[in-house]
């Protein structure tokens, strides 16, 4: 399949597998690849190969000592933040060059790679803005797999393992750590200088620059969508929508039991 398409600088990138459609034998495996295009004309620019990516590894505990020609639908059963492993920022792509990798600063020219961020391990979502990268990292599956054991303590700590790291794009030099609340799905998003992420139904909004909280606030629904643009900071969860103000995170307006198609 195709994940994660982003466009930029005239480049269009995505994540392919390129392997045999419908195998589940792992003699003949999936075959990942970063694919970078010209966005005008669609032709090849360059390709950088995967190692550790595809279900094998994002549902690694589901397939561990199991015939994988026995297992079906795993495939269809992609983490969402799979959709937040590539930016492209200027002439720079981040991405994970691994499942359970850190965050890698590539040439979106040719591939190269200019730097590795070791601290970021294992990085699960990345956004970007105003030369700052902010990576939220921890071990999803690991958390999920103590669940299914019945290791309550244990998924609670590997649950509460995470973290943000902000980046500088140019180099690669870490700007400042943080240990946080697990975010809700993908609410992790960056406006006017302001990194903002919801955990339940709290929000917390940080400098993106120096990391320092700005501000905190008890949000009404736990936002299955979160957006932030020009100042405002929108949330959705089942049908209701809720804004906010991205500055001072104080509600702005409300409406529950909206109709969708």
């Not at 059963?77 to 590539?86: C, D, H």
């Amino acid at each position: 399949g195709c994940k994660a398409m982003v466009v930029g600088g005239g480049r269009m990138f995505y994540l392919l597998d390129e392997g045999l459609i419908g195998i589940v034998d792992q003699r003949l495996p999936e075959r990942w690849a970063i694919i970078c295009r010209d966005a005008f004309n669609g032709k090849l620019l360059w390709r950088k190969p995967l190692k550790s990516w595809g279900w094998p590894q994002w549902a690694a505990d589901k397939v561990a000592g199991k015939d994988l020609t026995t297992i079906r639908a795993l495939r269809t059963m992609v983490p969402e933040e799979n959709q937040r492993r590539l930016v492209v920022q200027g002439d720079r792509l981040l991405a994970t060059l691994d499942y359970d990798a850190p965050l890698s600063i590539l040439d979106a020219a040719d591939g190269r790679v200019i730097a590795t961020v070791e601290r970021t391990a294992p990085a699960g979502q990345i956004a970007a803005s105003d030369g700052v990268a902010i990576v939220y990292s921890h071990d999803a599956a690991k958390a999920a797999a103590a669940k299914r054991r019945g290791k309550a303590q244990e998924a609670v700590a590997a649950a509460a393992a995470a973290r943000l790291t902000a980046v500088a794009i140019a180099d690669g030099t870490v700007l400042w750590q943080k240990d946080i609340a697990p975010i809700r799905g993908l609410s992790l998003v960056i406006d006017g200088g302001r990194v903002i992420t919801q955990s339940g139904k709290a929000l917390y909004c940080l400098d993106l620059k120096s990391g320092k909280e700005l501000w905190q606030a008890d949000a009404k629904i736990a936002a299955a969508t979160l957006v932030a643009c020009d100042g405002c900071l929108v949330l959705r969860g089942g049908g209701d929508l809720e804004v906010r103000d991205a500055a001072s995170g104080k509600p702005i307006r409300d409406k529950q039991n909206i109709k969708t198609m």
